[in-house]
């Protein structure tokens, strides 16, 4: 009920209660609701510390517009105040003339490690990771390491994990947990209460969809982003992560409906960017689709001779589409988990060809019954000829949905080969993929069925 009221509260753009008092993410969503000058007068009444943390939640929708209208001396407060990473991501997102105007805002520190932060490609663990960690030097005692810790823990995203470095080459040694430097002798070395495995590193080049695994897979809370020798530039936390994949996940959902990711929530984008990001697509699958048209102009004497196969071609059509749209989605799913990689592909071949046989064998049965129920009962006449079309029906369905399945866990593997992301194997391109070849097949086994008969 609580939180009922508190959202009921937030949605309104009159401001009649304290927002010093609010999570950050909640005063987000109080300055999504209002209108930019309302946005920024609002945001102007806070405390720096707090005004920085909302620019700096991924909740706040239009962060690069209320800093481009807000004063040049409290915008260069709040932006030296964010975290480095943040920053980053805004800056990356922003179009000038307010790039370069806030750009010219930052401390020349703050501008260095912004800069080198939007040198690494896109969604790679570069441009996640924050310089903003802790690390101390090997010779240093656990006494010395907490005190260091209380001493910039204002200024560090996280404390959670704590860099062991060799004093000399400044290479990363260990990796120790704040809870077992608490837990520790006060005296002894601080790599001694580091476990004894190395850390887990990533390359700042490695894209964020394996950060992801392996901070799922070893249940950490950051992960150190390191050079060739193992020099730690940074690290991506696991909220940023969050993040990032959350992102990944809403550009992959777009993408399996057979459009361009949007680039901004839903409600926020235009008409002209809306039609721009789902044309393109329709148009293709469009153009795909004559291909259909075709393949039935092909056949036109078979159909003029036996119509009553054309009563079946939306069923085997949509079979063999719905098998390969399932098939695509448990592939794309296994190779983002790190499930599969591209050398098990003919492993996932010799495993869809029975499944499709059978899941194809399965709804075979199902079309040769209802034809025999429907003929039997008089609900329709199927002519003299019915056990022949209803075994046309049901051997088209075992090739279709097989055909269907074998195409469909093919095609990201295909993709991801040539570079592409294999979530553009999205559910409408492989349909129409399956819908032409289906037709196909289709009239390939009546040729062979109903040859003599009905044709």
Same mark, same amino acid.
């Given at each position: 009920?609580?939180d009922?009221?508190?959202r009921?509260r937030?949605?309104?753009?009159?401001q009649?209660?304290?927002?010093?008092?609010?999570?950050?993410?909640?005063?987000?969503?109080?300055?999504?609701?209002?209108?930019?000058?309302?946005?920024?007068?609002?945001?102007?009444?806070?405390?720096?510390?707090?005004?920085?943390?909302?620019?700096?939640?991924?909740?706040?929708?239009?962060p690069?517009?209320?800093?481009?209208?807000?004063d040049?001396?409290a915008?260069a407060?709040?932006?030296?105040?964010?975290?480095?990473?943040r920053?980053?991501?805004?800056?990356?997102?922003?179009?000038?003339p307010?790039?370069?105007?806030?750009?010219a805002?930052?401390?020349? &520190?703050?501008?260095? %490690?912004?800069?080198?932060?939007?040198a690494?490609?896109?969604?790679? #663990?570069? @441009?996640?990771? +924050?310089t =903003?960690f802790?690390?101390?030097?090997?010779?240093?005692?656990?006494?010395?390491?907490?005190?260091?810790?209380?001493?910039?823990?204002?200024?560090?995203?996280?404390?959670?994990?704590?860099y062991?470095?060799?004093?000399?080459?400044?290479?990363?040694?260990?990796?120790?947990?704040?809870?077992?430097?608490i837990?520790?002798?006060p005296?002894?070395?601080?790599g001694?209460?580091?476990?004894?495995?190395?850390?887990?590193?990533?390359?700042p080049q490695?894209d964020?969809?394996?950060v992801?695994?392996?901070?799922?897979k070893?249940?950490?809370?950051?992960i150190?982003?390191?050079? &060739?020798k193992?020099? %730690?530039?940074?690290i991506?936390?696991?909220?940023d992560?969050?993040? #990032?994949? @959350?992102e990944e +996940?809403t =550009?992959d959902?777009?993408?399996f409906?057979?459009?361009e990711?949007?680039?901004?929530?839903?409600?926020?984008?235009?008409f002209?960017?809306?039609?721009k990001?789902r044309a393109g697509?329709?148009?293709v699958?469009?153009l795909?689709?004559?291909?259909?048209?075709?393949?039935?102009q092909?056949?036109?004497?078979e159909?003029?001779?036996?119509?009553?196969?054309t009563?079946f071609?939306?069923?085997i059509?949509s079979?063999?589409?719905?098998?390969g749209?399932?098939?695509?989605?448990?592939?794309?799913?296994?190779?983002?988990l790190g499930e599969?990689?591209l050398?098990?592909?003919?492993?996932?071949?010799?495993?869809?060809?029975?499944?499709?046989?059978?899941?194809?064998?399965?709804?075979?049965?199902?079309g040769?019954?209802?034809?025999?129920?429907?003929?039997?009962a008089?609900?329709f006449?199927?002519?003299?000829h019915?056990?022949l079309v209803a075994?046309?029906?049901?051997?088209?369905?075992?090739?279709?949905v097989t055909?269907?399945?074998?195409?469909?866990?093919?095609?990201?593997?295909?993709?991801?080969?040539?570079?592409?992301?294999p979530?553009s194997?999205?559910?409408p391109?492989?349909?129409?993929l399956?819908d032409?070849s289906?037709?196909?097949?289709?009239?390939?086994?009546?040729?062979?069925v109903?040859?003599?008969?009905?044709?």
């Amino acid at each position: 009920m609580q939180d009922t009221i508190d959202r009921d509260r937030l949605s309104s753009p009159v401001q009649t209660f304290d927002l010093g008092t609010l999570h950050v993410a909640d005063i987000a969503v109080h300055l999504n609701a209002l209108e930019l000058s309302e946005a920024v007068a609002t945001l102007a009444d806070l405390p720096l510390e707090q005004a920085a943390a909302v620019l700096d939640h991924a909740s706040l929708a239009e962060p690069t517009a209320i800093l481009a209208a807000i004063d040049p001396a409290a915008a260069a407060a709040i932006l030296d105040a964010m975290a480095a990473d943040r920053l980053a991501d805004l800056f990356r997102d922003m179009e000038e003339p307010p790039r370069e105007r806030l750009l010219a805002l930052l401390t020349a &520190e703050t501008r260095a %490690v912004v800069a080198a932060l939007l040198a690494h490609p896109p969604h790679s #663990a570069g @441009s996640l990771m +924050t310089t =903003e960690f802790v690390s101390v030097p090997a010779t240093w005692t656990v006494a010395e390491t907490l005190r260091h810790i209380r001493e910039v823990e204002s200024e560090r995203e996280t404390i959670y994990a704590i860099y062991v470095l060799d004093p000399v080459s400044h290479r990363l040694q260990r990796s120790v947990s704040l809870r077992r430097l608490i837990s520790g002798d006060p005296e002894a070395p601080v790599g001694s209460v580091a476990r004894f495995e190395r850390p887990i590193t990533v390359l700042p080049q490695v894209d964020r969809e394996e950060v992801a695994r392996l901070i799922s897979k070893y249940d950490l809370l950051a992960i150190p982003v390191v050079d &060739e020798k193992n020099h %730690v530039l940074g690290i991506v936390t696991v909220d940023d992560i969050i993040d #990032a994949m @959350s992102e990944e +996940t809403t =550009e992959d959902v777009h993408k399996f409906g057979g459009m361009e990711a949007l680039d901004e929530p839903y409600p926020q984008i235009g008409f002209l960017a809306m039609l721009k990001k789902r044309a393109g697509w329709l148009a293709v699958l469009f153009l795909s689709e004559m291909l259909t048209a075709s393949a039935m102009q092909h056949f036109q004497d078979e159909l003029e001779k036996a119509v009553v196969l054309t009563l079946f071609i939306p069923l085997i059509m949509s079979s063999g589409g719905n098998s390969g749209s399932q098939a695509t989605s448990l592939i794309i799913r296994s190779l983002a988990l790190g499930e599969l990689q591209l050398k098990d592909w003919w492993r996932v071949a010799l495993r869809e060809a029975p499944t499709g046989m059978a899941l194809g064998g399965f709804l075979g049965l199902i079309g040769v019954v209802r034809i025999a129920v429907w003929q039997q009962a008089g609900i329709f006449d199927y002519g003299p000829h019915w056990p022949l079309v209803a075994a046309t029906v049901g051997l088209a369905l075992v090739a279709i949905v097989t055909f269907g399945s074998l195409a469909g866990s093919m095609l990201p593997f295909a993709l991801k080969r040539l570079g592409f992301d294999p979530a553009s194997a999205s559910a409408p391109f492989v349909a129409t993929l399956v819908d032409v070849s289906g037709l196909v097949i289709y009239f390939s086994v009546a040729t062979l069925v109903l040859s003599g008969t009905l044709l």
